[in-house]
Protein backbone atom coordinates (compact mmCIF):
# COMPACT_ATOMS: atom_id res chain seq x y z
CA UNK A 1 0.00 0.00 0.00
CA UNK A 2 1.15 3.31 -1.12
CA UNK A 3 1.85 4.48 2.47
CA UNK A 4 2.95 8.40 0.95
CA UNK A 5 -0.41 8.93 -0.46
CA UNK A 6 -1.32 12.48 1.06
CA UNK A 7 -4.07 12.25 3.56
CA UNK A 8 -7.45 13.48 2.09
CA UNK A 9 -8.44 17.42 2.64
CA UNK A 10 -11.61 17.90 5.10
CA UNK A 11 -13.26 19.31 2.58
CA UNK A 12 -15.90 22.05 3.74
CA UNK A 13 -17.65 20.90 6.94
CA UNK A 14 -20.60 19.71 7.21
CA UNK A 15 -23.71 20.88 8.15
CA UNK A 16 -24.33 20.42 12.39
CA UNK A 17 -27.62 18.10 11.58
CA UNK A 18 -25.55 15.77 8.99
CA UNK A 19 -22.63 15.46 10.99
CA UNK A 20 -24.67 14.17 13.88
CA UNK A 21 -26.31 11.90 11.88
CA UNK A 22 -23.31 10.41 10.26
CA UNK A 23 -21.51 10.39 14.01
CA UNK A 24 -24.62 8.39 14.90
CA UNK A 25 -24.98 6.18 12.27
CA UNK A 26 -23.77 2.61 11.60
CA UNK A 27 -20.53 1.30 10.72
CA UNK A 28 -21.49 0.15 7.49
CA UNK A 29 -24.34 0.73 4.81
CA UNK A 30 -24.50 -1.68 3.01
CA UNK A 31 -26.32 -1.03 -0.45
CA UNK A 32 -27.60 -3.95 -2.40
CA UNK A 33 -29.61 -3.31 -5.57
CA UNK A 34 -31.26 -6.48 -7.19
CA UNK A 35 -33.80 -7.63 -9.80
CA UNK A 36 -35.32 -10.72 -10.97
CA UNK A 37 -32.85 -12.84 -8.49
CA UNK A 38 -34.76 -14.57 -6.39
CA UNK A 39 -32.80 -17.75 -6.61
CA UNK A 40 -29.38 -15.96 -5.39
CA UNK A 41 -30.89 -13.08 -3.04
CA UNK A 42 -30.98 -14.80 0.28
CA UNK A 43 -26.95 -15.71 -0.08
CA UNK A 44 -25.97 -12.20 -1.09
CA UNK A 45 -27.98 -11.03 2.66
CA UNK A 46 -26.73 -13.78 4.27
CA UNK A 47 -23.01 -12.90 3.24
CA UNK A 48 -23.61 -9.65 4.69
CA UNK A 49 -25.00 -10.32 7.98
CA UNK A 50 -22.32 -13.10 8.74
CA UNK A 51 -19.59 -10.63 8.89
CA UNK A 52 -21.08 -10.02 12.19
CA UNK A 53 -21.09 -6.64 12.05
CA UNK A 54 -22.47 -4.47 14.94
CA UNK A 55 -25.96 -3.21 13.20
CA UNK A 56 -25.06 -2.76 9.63
CA UNK A 57 -27.61 -1.00 7.83
CA UNK A 58 -28.79 -2.81 4.92
CA UNK A 59 -30.63 -1.06 1.90
CA UNK A 60 -32.17 -3.41 -0.23
CA UNK A 61 -33.01 -2.02 -3.73
CA UNK A 62 -35.66 -3.99 -5.84
CA UNK A 63 -35.47 -2.43 -8.95
CA UNK A 64 -39.15 -3.79 -10.21
CA UNK A 65 -38.74 -7.57 -9.87
CA UNK A 66 -41.01 -9.77 -11.11
CA UNK A 67 -39.68 -12.64 -9.81
CA UNK A 68 -39.53 -14.14 -5.74
CA UNK A 69 -36.87 -11.50 -5.12
CA UNK A 70 -38.90 -9.66 -3.15
CA UNK A 71 -40.66 -12.65 -1.09
CA UNK A 72 -37.12 -13.82 -0.54
CA UNK A 73 -35.91 -10.57 0.94
CA UNK A 74 -38.89 -10.50 3.23
CA UNK A 75 -38.07 -13.57 4.37
CA UNK A 76 -34.55 -12.73 5.55
CA UNK A 77 -35.42 -9.81 6.87
CA UNK A 78 -38.05 -11.81 8.86
CA UNK A 79 -35.52 -14.20 10.23
CA UNK A 80 -32.88 -11.32 10.98
CA UNK A 81 -34.70 -8.58 12.04
CA UNK A 82 -32.30 -7.30 15.01
CA UNK A 83 -29.31 -8.22 13.72
CA UNK A 84 -29.79 -5.06 11.01
CA UNK A 85 -30.78 -1.75 10.20
CA UNK A 86 -33.21 -3.19 7.00
CA UNK A 87 -34.59 -0.50 5.02
CA UNK A 88 -36.44 -2.04 1.83
CA UNK A 89 -36.91 0.36 -1.26
CA UNK A 90 -38.87 -1.05 -4.12
CA UNK A 91 -39.40 0.19 -7.50
CA UNK A 92 -42.47 -0.04 -9.19
CA UNK A 93 -40.77 -0.94 -12.71
CA UNK A 94 -37.29 -1.67 -14.28
CA UNK A 95 -35.27 1.73 -14.07
CA UNK A 96 -33.93 2.13 -17.64
CA UNK A 97 -29.98 1.41 -18.13
CA UNK A 98 -28.19 -0.26 -15.96
CA UNK A 99 -27.80 -0.50 -11.63
CA UNK A 100 -27.41 3.56 -11.39
CA UNK A 101 -30.55 4.91 -10.48
CA UNK A 102 -31.52 2.04 -8.09
CA UNK A 103 -27.38 2.40 -6.34
CA UNK A 104 -27.97 6.39 -5.97
CA UNK A 105 -31.28 5.69 -4.51
CA UNK A 106 -29.84 3.17 -2.05
CA UNK A 107 -26.53 6.34 -1.42
CA UNK A 108 -29.50 8.86 -0.99
CA UNK A 109 -31.06 6.25 1.91
CA UNK A 110 -27.58 5.56 3.71
CA UNK A 111 -26.65 6.97 6.49
CA UNK A 112 -23.59 4.68 7.61
CA UNK A 113 -19.73 6.02 7.98
CA UNK A 114 -18.94 3.56 5.39
CA UNK A 115 -20.75 2.68 2.06
CA UNK A 116 -20.19 -0.47 0.52
CA UNK A 117 -22.36 -1.55 -2.96
CA UNK A 118 -23.40 -5.54 -3.54
CA UNK A 119 -25.31 -7.02 -6.88
CA UNK A 120 -28.43 -9.34 -5.69
CA UNK A 121 -26.70 -12.33 -7.24
CA UNK A 122 -23.45 -12.10 -5.69
CA UNK A 123 -22.15 -12.36 -2.27
CA UNK A 124 -19.33 -10.85 0.12
CA UNK A 125 -16.85 -12.49 1.88
CA UNK A 126 -17.39 -12.13 5.69
CA UNK A 127 -14.18 -11.70 6.73
CA UNK A 128 -12.79 -9.61 3.96
CA UNK A 129 -15.59 -7.26 4.75
CA UNK A 130 -14.19 -6.85 8.37
CA UNK A 131 -10.45 -6.29 6.92
CA UNK A 132 -11.98 -3.27 4.31
CA UNK A 133 -13.59 -1.53 7.03
CA UNK A 134 -10.79 -2.21 9.86
CA UNK A 135 -8.06 -0.71 7.06
CA UNK A 136 -10.63 2.44 5.86
CA UNK A 137 -10.62 3.32 9.57
CA UNK A 138 -6.86 2.37 10.55
CA UNK A 139 -5.83 4.68 7.48
CA UNK A 140 -8.18 7.82 6.82
CA UNK A 141 -8.41 6.25 3.28
CA UNK A 142 -11.12 7.87 1.10
CA UNK A 143 -11.88 4.09 -0.24
CA UNK A 144 -10.03 0.42 0.05
CA UNK A 145 -9.88 -1.29 -3.41
CA UNK A 146 -9.68 -4.89 -2.92
CA UNK A 147 -9.71 -7.94 -4.83
CA UNK A 148 -12.63 -10.04 -6.36
CA UNK A 149 -13.19 -13.31 -8.13
CA UNK A 150 -15.21 -14.48 -10.80
CA UNK A 151 -17.62 -17.51 -9.88
CA UNK A 152 -18.55 -18.87 -13.69
CA UNK A 153 -21.71 -20.22 -12.88
CA UNK A 154 -22.37 -22.65 -16.04
CA UNK A 155 -19.10 -24.49 -14.64
CA UNK A 156 -19.53 -23.99 -11.20
CA UNK A 157 -15.67 -22.80 -10.85
CA UNK A 158 -14.43 -19.42 -9.48
CA UNK A 159 -12.14 -17.59 -11.26
CA UNK A 160 -9.51 -14.72 -10.82
CA UNK A 161 -10.23 -11.40 -12.07
CA UNK A 162 -7.87 -10.57 -15.48
CA UNK A 163 -6.55 -7.77 -13.31
CA UNK A 164 -5.30 -9.80 -10.76
CA UNK A 165 -1.69 -9.44 -11.81
CA UNK A 166 -1.55 -5.94 -11.75
CA UNK A 167 -1.40 -6.37 -7.97
CA UNK A 168 2.30 -6.44 -7.73
CA UNK A 169 1.90 -2.87 -9.30
CA UNK A 170 -0.63 -1.29 -7.05
CA UNK A 171 1.28 -2.56 -3.72
CA UNK A 172 4.58 -0.94 -5.08
CA UNK A 173 3.08 2.21 -6.15
CA UNK A 174 5.08 5.65 -4.62
CA UNK A 175 2.73 7.54 -4.57
CA UNK A 176 -1.36 8.23 -5.17
CA UNK A 177 -0.81 9.67 -8.61
CA UNK A 178 1.38 6.46 -9.46
CA UNK A 179 -1.52 4.40 -7.76
CA UNK A 180 -4.50 5.98 -9.67
CA UNK A 181 -2.39 5.07 -12.82
CA UNK A 182 -2.56 1.35 -12.43
CA UNK A 183 -6.52 1.56 -10.66
CA UNK A 184 -7.42 3.08 -13.97
CA UNK A 185 -6.30 -0.25 -15.86
CA UNK A 186 -8.29 -2.39 -13.15
CA UNK A 187 -11.83 -3.58 -14.17
CA UNK A 188 -14.39 -0.77 -12.57
CA UNK A 189 -16.79 -2.33 -10.11
CA UNK A 190 -17.76 -0.53 -7.57
CA UNK A 191 -18.86 -4.19 -5.40
CA UNK A 192 -14.91 -4.19 -5.08
CA UNK A 193 -14.43 -1.08 -3.11
CA UNK A 194 -15.49 0.19 0.27
CA UNK A 195 -16.06 3.94 0.32
CA UNK A 196 -15.83 6.77 3.76
CA UNK A 197 -19.19 8.56 3.27
CA UNK A 198 -17.13 11.62 3.90
CA UNK A 199 -15.30 10.91 0.67
CA UNK A 200 -18.79 10.35 -1.25
CA UNK A 201 -20.08 13.53 0.03
CA UNK A 202 -17.06 15.66 -0.61
CA UNK A 203 -16.83 14.68 -3.82
CA UNK A 204 -20.54 13.86 -4.54
CA UNK A 205 -19.42 10.70 -5.53
CA UNK A 206 -22.73 9.20 -8.15
CA UNK A 207 -23.72 7.04 -10.82
CA UNK A 208 -24.53 8.65 -14.35
CA UNK A 209 -27.98 7.89 -14.92
CA UNK A 210 -30.01 7.24 -18.13
CA UNK A 211 -30.67 4.22 -20.64
CA UNK A 212 -27.44 2.87 -20.86
CA UNK A 213 -25.29 -0.13 -18.87
CA UNK A 214 -21.78 -0.22 -17.62
CA UNK A 215 -21.94 3.07 -15.94
CA UNK A 216 -19.66 2.03 -13.28
CA UNK A 217 -16.77 2.61 -16.06
CA UNK A 218 -17.29 6.53 -15.18
CA UNK A 219 -18.04 5.72 -11.38
CA UNK A 220 -14.61 4.64 -10.96
CA UNK A 221 -13.24 6.60 -12.47
CA UNK A 222 -14.02 9.75 -10.71
CA UNK A 223 -13.84 7.93 -7.83
CA UNK A 224 -10.31 6.82 -8.45
CA UNK A 225 -9.74 10.37 -9.52
CA UNK A 226 -11.54 12.61 -6.63
CA UNK A 227 -9.75 10.23 -3.69
CA UNK A 228 -6.88 11.47 -2.24
CA UNK A 229 -5.88 8.16 0.14
CA UNK A 230 -6.61 5.10 -1.61
CA UNK A 231 -5.30 1.75 0.45
CA UNK A 232 -5.63 -1.52 -0.69
CA UNK A 233 -6.46 -5.27 0.34
CA UNK A 234 -5.44 -8.00 -1.85
CA UNK A 235 -8.02 -9.94 -0.69
CA UNK A 236 -11.46 -11.00 -2.59
CA UNK A 237 -14.04 -9.02 -1.32
CA UNK A 238 -16.57 -9.96 -4.17
CA UNK A 239 -17.74 -13.01 -5.60
CA UNK A 240 -19.01 -12.05 -8.94
CA UNK A 241 -21.54 -14.02 -10.57
CA UNK A 242 -20.81 -14.92 -14.34
CA UNK A 243 -23.81 -16.42 -16.38
CA UNK A 244 -26.65 -14.78 -14.41
CA UNK A 245 -29.99 -14.01 -16.67
CA UNK A 246 -30.02 -11.03 -14.62
CA UNK A 247 -26.44 -9.48 -15.96
CA UNK A 248 -26.06 -6.71 -18.34
CA UNK A 249 -22.57 -7.63 -19.32
CA UNK A 250 -24.61 -10.87 -21.05
CA UNK A 251 -25.52 -11.65 -24.67
CA UNK A 252 -24.62 -9.76 -27.85
CA UNK A 253 -26.36 -6.55 -29.00
CA UNK A 254 -26.49 -2.53 -29.46
CA UNK A 255 -26.58 -1.83 -25.78
CA UNK A 256 -22.42 -2.45 -25.66
CA UNK A 257 -22.14 0.80 -27.60
CA UNK A 258 -23.05 2.82 -24.44
CA UNK A 259 -19.21 2.58 -24.06
CA UNK A 260 -18.53 5.00 -25.99
CA UNK A 261 -21.23 7.55 -24.35
CA UNK A 262 -19.26 6.47 -21.05
CA UNK A 263 -15.68 7.91 -22.87
CA UNK A 264 -17.47 11.24 -22.98
CA UNK A 265 -18.08 11.42 -19.26
CA UNK A 266 -15.00 10.20 -18.45
CA UNK A 267 -13.39 13.10 -20.46
CA UNK A 268 -15.41 15.92 -18.91
CA UNK A 269 -14.32 14.60 -15.83
CA UNK A 270 -10.21 14.66 -17.00
CA UNK A 271 -11.31 18.42 -17.90
CA UNK A 272 -13.13 18.92 -15.04
CA UNK A 273 -10.05 17.93 -12.46
CA UNK A 274 -7.45 19.13 -14.99
CA UNK A 275 -5.95 15.95 -15.21
CA UNK A 276 -6.75 15.31 -19.43
CA UNK A 277 -2.98 15.33 -20.42
CA UNK A 278 -1.98 13.81 -16.91
CA UNK A 279 -4.15 10.50 -17.47
CA UNK A 280 -3.85 10.57 -21.44
CA UNK A 281 -2.02 7.01 -21.70
CA UNK A 282 -4.49 5.34 -19.29
CA UNK A 283 -7.63 7.03 -21.10
CA UNK A 284 -6.06 5.79 -24.26
CA UNK A 285 -5.41 2.37 -23.13
CA UNK A 286 -9.26 2.21 -21.47
CA UNK A 287 -10.37 3.37 -25.09
CA UNK A 288 -8.54 0.63 -27.10
CA UNK A 289 -9.53 -1.88 -24.57
CA UNK A 290 -13.08 -1.10 -24.69
CA UNK A 291 -13.10 -1.34 -28.92
CA UNK A 292 -12.60 -4.39 -28.82
CA UNK A 293 -14.44 -5.36 -25.82
CA UNK A 294 -17.54 -3.30 -28.02
CA UNK A 295 -16.73 -5.65 -30.87
CA UNK A 296 -16.44 -9.13 -29.30
CA UNK A 297 -20.00 -8.37 -28.20
CA UNK A 298 -22.19 -6.09 -30.59
CA UNK A 299 -23.96 -8.11 -33.65
CA UNK A 300 -22.75 -7.45 -37.12
CA UNK A 301 -25.59 -5.54 -38.35
CA UNK A 302 -24.82 -2.80 -35.47
CA UNK A 303 -21.19 -2.46 -37.45
CA UNK A 304 -22.39 0.76 -38.88
CA UNK A 305 -23.20 2.14 -35.58
CA UNK A 306 -20.09 0.87 -33.65
CA UNK A 307 -17.76 2.93 -36.16
CA UNK A 308 -19.95 6.03 -36.01
CA UNK A 309 -19.81 5.53 -32.14
CA UNK A 310 -15.86 4.85 -32.00
CA UNK A 311 -14.77 7.39 -34.14
CA UNK A 312 -15.78 10.36 -32.31
CA UNK A 313 -14.05 9.51 -29.15
CA UNK A 314 -10.63 8.81 -30.81
CA UNK A 315 -10.42 12.22 -32.75
CA UNK A 316 -10.08 13.22 -28.56
CA UNK A 317 -6.62 11.68 -28.28
CA UNK A 318 -3.26 11.90 -29.99
CA UNK A 319 -2.66 9.07 -32.64
CA UNK A 320 0.39 8.26 -31.26
CA UNK A 321 -1.22 7.56 -27.70
CA UNK A 322 -3.41 5.61 -29.09
CA UNK A 323 -0.70 3.35 -30.96
CA UNK A 324 1.47 3.22 -27.42
CA UNK A 325 -1.84 2.06 -25.99
CA UNK A 326 -2.38 -0.74 -28.06
CA UNK A 327 0.94 -2.33 -27.92
CA UNK A 328 0.15 -1.95 -24.20
CA UNK A 329 -3.23 -3.65 -24.15
CA UNK A 330 -2.45 -7.19 -24.63
CA UNK A 331 -5.05 -7.90 -26.90
CA UNK A 332 -5.63 -11.27 -28.91
CA UNK A 333 -3.97 -11.10 -32.28
CA UNK A 334 -7.63 -11.04 -34.07
CA UNK A 335 -8.22 -8.01 -31.32
CA UNK A 336 -5.10 -5.89 -31.95
CA UNK A 337 -5.37 -6.02 -35.62
CA UNK A 338 -8.97 -4.66 -35.93
CA UNK A 339 -8.17 -2.16 -33.37
CA UNK A 340 -5.49 -1.10 -35.49
CA UNK A 341 -7.72 -0.72 -38.69
CA UNK A 342 -9.87 1.30 -36.61
CA UNK A 343 -7.35 3.67 -35.66
CA UNK A 344 -6.46 3.77 -39.30
CA UNK A 345 -9.88 5.13 -40.08
CA UNK A 346 -10.19 2.60 -43.18
CA UNK A 347 -14.00 1.93 -42.76
CA UNK A 348 -14.03 -0.69 -46.04
CA UNK A 349 -11.01 -2.02 -44.77
CA UNK A 350 -12.37 -2.51 -41.34
CA UNK A 351 -15.32 -4.02 -41.89
CA UNK A 352 -13.75 -6.62 -44.84
CA UNK A 353 -11.30 -7.73 -41.78
CA UNK A 354 -14.48 -7.94 -39.58
CA UNK A 355 -16.21 -10.13 -41.39
CA UNK A 356 -12.96 -12.36 -41.82
CA UNK A 357 -11.55 -12.21 -38.36
CA UNK A 358 -15.39 -12.73 -36.30
CA UNK A 359 -17.55 -14.93 -38.28
CA UNK A 360 -17.45 -18.39 -37.33
CA UNK A 361 -15.50 -20.98 -39.42
Known sequence: MPDGAPMPSAGPAPEPAAAATQAAGPALSLIVTCWNVGPYIAGALQSALDAGLDGPEIIVVDDGSSDETAAVVDLVVARNRDRARWKLLRLAGNTPGGVG????????????RAVAFLDGDDWLDPDALHLALARLAATGADMVFTDCVDFIAPEGRLAPYPDA?????????????????????????????????????????????????????VHHWDAVLGAEKIALLNRPLHMHRVGSAAQTIGGR?????????????????????????????????????????ALERIDPGGLFAFWEAARPCLLRHDAAALDDALLRAGLPPRGAALVSAVLAGDRTAFAAMYMQAMLPR
Not at 101 to 112: H, P, S, Y
Open 165 to 217: ALWPELEKAPDIEALRRVLLRCAPMPWRKVYARAFIDRIDLRFPVGDFYFEDN
Open 253 to 293: GRKFLAIFGHHDRIAASLDRRGMSALHAPEFAEWLVRHLWW
Open 101 to 112: AAANLGLDEATG
